[in-house]
């Protein structure tokens, strides 16, 4: 058994040796209303507990999607840092936010069993002090069509499952009009500004765009 602990900012232990039915039984114990996200993987346990800045870049990647679906008129079904685990392939995995959009009218319960059910079609991964690439091979193993990944060096990075791999993507699969830069010069508004300013310039961009897409397709 294996313990490590990441810098303050944010706090991470890893555990080797853990059992699917003790990883199960953690969650039980722990319940839903908690800052920590736990990764499965074949007897690996990870428990992170995300910073501060972690948790306000990951509310404000939401609050975009969220006006992206609604000017776009997408429907979504928001699942948050909901538990993604299959006992099949002895993994789990919280993602910072996950969503349905493609697929939000297969979702039929808030109970999700990936055993059954479709993976979400979006995942936000936010990289502040610690690295995500074990989760993205968890992401594989679920099969989930597009993750978002922030770092504060890179930036925002889009990723689409292709043939079995990520792979970079410049736009959003789920968003085509949307860009890996148009997104972080929102994300870059926020040092500035307030969060319901920078959803308003996000609605503000997309009708200004649709107009334009009328105003080609009227000639």
Known sequence: MIATLNPPQTQRVTLDGISWHTYRAMLQDMGNHRATRLLYDQGYLEITMPSELHEIINRLIDRIITALTEELGLKIKAYGSTTLDREDLAKGVEPDSCYYIQNADQIQTRRLNLETDPPPDLAIEVDITSSSQRRFILYQSLQIPEVWRYTEKQGIIFYQLRAGEYCECRYSPTFPMVSSVKLL???????????????????????????????????
């Open 185 to 219: 010069e929102f994300l870059a508004l926020a040092e500035t500004e307030d969060d319901n300013t920078v959803t308003r310039a996000v609605r503000g961009w997309i009708r200004a765009e649709e107009e334009e897409v009328d105003k080609e397709t009227s000639f």
